[in-house]
């Protein structure tokens, strides 16, 4: 997925969310995007998912795109199978309904991303957690070219965290190029391998993300002073 | 529930209201109050001709008008991604309400009452899905309840305005009578009228039902999902409205119907995906067909059938609420 040049404007707004924002998002590598609020991240996992078009600029993408908003409205009580199966929708006929197979591929999925043992509940009762795993599992069961993922960490404990990240990790070990944007440092670390910093709609650097979180690029990033500690960070395997 | 469960669960329902048609169609008054014996139809002709002209239309009515605010009901439901809307939700009930009251009061036939309710019913859908496009603020989902909700105080304002003019001796209690609902009117002539909108509807709703389970999801997952949520939308409310206004406009506005069943469906049949939408047709088809049979036969003088589904449904409903079954969001 390239982005080459991109720039977004919302309606009534006088300038760019995004602008002159270029970035590789490769296959079967993690991407984070890092930065304040209002820096331009949702927007530009918007454009990478299809649902903003640019203003300026392209977005190519050589593949279908599964995205995973930071929460989902939930009304009803599907229950985890129901809900994982929904994707695969892009792989069946308009008015076809899942078949035993479908539902066959989504318990795999819901296994392979620690829920087995949770598939027949209600999605409206799961932890946030395992609600977060449930929804990595319909995008696995998609099997899009590429996953974005809005805040995937977003209000998880590390133990759930790390969780994710393995999860994030499987996905991109499936092949998939995997597009996150998050505030957790630790979890980027741990989960990403290349990060992009936006600060005002602008991309300020790119690169392995061992090497650009770092506290000068992270003050720049956030206009706050940082400084170099030792901090215990879960495994992700 | 496992795919097999929810099958013979969706069978049972389905024999369930085969044995209802059949009871409603020998429950009655004629010859005697109670179940006709089969045998006298062969006998009495009078009971044989009441059998085809009047008892038949009627049921195979309430069959329709219960399957097309079931089924319309839950996918209302799913698309406004609520639990607790029901098909009249857009103002089509009370755009019906106010089409059949302005042709009552000019003095139109039942083809012109059908044909003014049926057809200010879906003015109600377009106003409401116009006037949200209008407005500034909120989703798509938020925008259309908003409107939905002004269209429908409109109209029954307008409706309250037709009453206070009517004639308190005759055209008042016609219109009275016929906001409560009813299907004493129901013959094959009106069956034939409504009957291709709401088995279009129906039909098009229980085709569609898993992508309707979908558009509940947000709209940028929904999208994500391959689905065009805004063109499937308006054709999910386009085919409910359409069925809705069609056995309104026959029936008058029979409540309850469509908010109720589709929760009983989601316990009888399980889940929120794909039974929901057959399931509540076939749940509403047989909870309307035991209403009217107990509308028309309970008592010497007939019930309104509004009354009745309002008075089963709104029991139901509480004891849906008290026993914690109804999930609606989390917290």
């Known amino acids: 997925m390239e982005f080459a040049d991109v720039a977004y404007r919302y309606k009534g707004e006088p300038k760019d969310a995004l602008a002159g924002f270029s970035l590789s998002v490769r296959k079967g590598r993690v991407t984070a995007l890092l930065g304040p609020n209002g820096s331009g991240k949702s927007t530009a996992l918007g454009l990478g998912a299809g649902w903003l078009a640019p203003s300026a600029g392209r977005v190519v993408r050589d593949g279908p795109a599964a995205f995973l908003p930071q929460s989902e409205r939930l009304a009803f009580s599907f229950s985890c199978v129901e809900y994982v199966v929904f994707g695969r929708a892009p792989h069946l006929p308009y008015l076809a309904v899942p078949t035993g197979e479908d539902e066959a591929r989504a318990v795999a999925a819901l296994a392979e991303v620690g829920m087995a043992d949770k598939a027949g509940r209600r999605i409206t009762a799961l932890s946030g957690g395992e609600l977060q795993l449930v929804r990595i599992a319909r995008a696995l069961v998609q099997e899009a070219s590429y996953v974005i993922l809005d805040e995937p960490s977003d209000m998880l404990d590390p133990a759930h965290a790390a969780t994710i990240g393995r999860a994030i990790r499987r996905l991109a070990d499936s092949g998939a190029g995997v597009l996150l944007s998050t505030h957790d440092l630790a979890f980027a670390l741990a989960c990403a391998d290349e990060a992009a910093m936006l600060r005002s709609g602008r991309l300020l650097s790119v690169g392995p993300t061992d090497g650009i979180i770092e506290p000068r690029g992270l003050e720049a990033l956030y206009g706050t002073a940082f400084e170099l500690r030792s901090l215990p960070t879960p495994i992700l395997g | ?331």
């Open chain 2, 1 to 331: 529930m496992s795919r097999a469960g929810r099958r013979a669960a969706l069978a049972a329902a389905a024999i369930a209201l085969v044995l209802a048609v059949v009871g409603a169609l020998l429950f009655g008054r004629y010859p005697s109050p109670g179940f006709t014996d089969p045998r006298s139809l062969f006998s009495d002709d009078l009971a044989a001709r009441l059998m085809v002209l009047v008892r038949l239309p009627r049921v195979l009515s309430a069959l329709l008008l219960g399957a097309a605010l079931g089924a319309s009901g839950a996918a209302m439901q799913f698309v406004f991604a609520n639990p607790l809307v029901d098909a009249g939700f857009l103002g089509v009930s009370q755009g019906a309400s106010f089409g059949a009251a302005l042709a009552m009061i000019l003095g139109g036939g039942s083809f012109w009452l059908f044909g003014s309710a049926f057809c200010f019913s879906i003015l109600a859908l377009v106003m409401s899905v116009m006037m949200a496009s209008r407005i500034r603020f909120g989703g798509a989902v938020l925008r259309l309840i908003l409107s939905g909700m002004a269209v429908s105080a409109f109209f029954s304002a307008l409706v309250a305005l037709i009453k206070y003019g009517a004639d308190p001796l005759s055209t008042l209690p016609e219109i009275t009578y016929w906001l409560m609902g009813g299907l004493s009117g129901a013959n094959w002539r009106s069956l034939s009228i409504a009957a291709p909108i709401a088995v279009g509807s129906v039909g098009l709703l229980v085709a569609m039902r898993w992508r309707i389970a979908l558009l509940s999801l947000d709209e940028a997952t929904a999208a994500s999902l391959g689905a065009r949520p805004a063109l499937e939308r308006a054709v999910v409310l386009g085919a409910s409205a359409a069925g809705v206004a069609a056995v309104t406009a026959m029936a008058g506005v029979v409540a309850w119907v469509g908010l109720i069943v589709p929760h009983l469906a989601r316990l009888a049949f399980g889940g929120d995906g794909s039974p929901t939408v057959p399931g509540s047709a076939l749940l509403g088809a047989f909870f309307v067909v035991v209403c009217d049979a107990l509308s028309r036969g309970l008592f010497q003088g007939e019930l309104p059938l509004g009354v009745t589904t309002s008075l089963v449904g709104t029991i139901a409903f509480f004891a849906l609420l008290m026993s914690r079954r109804v999930h609606v969001e989390r917290g």
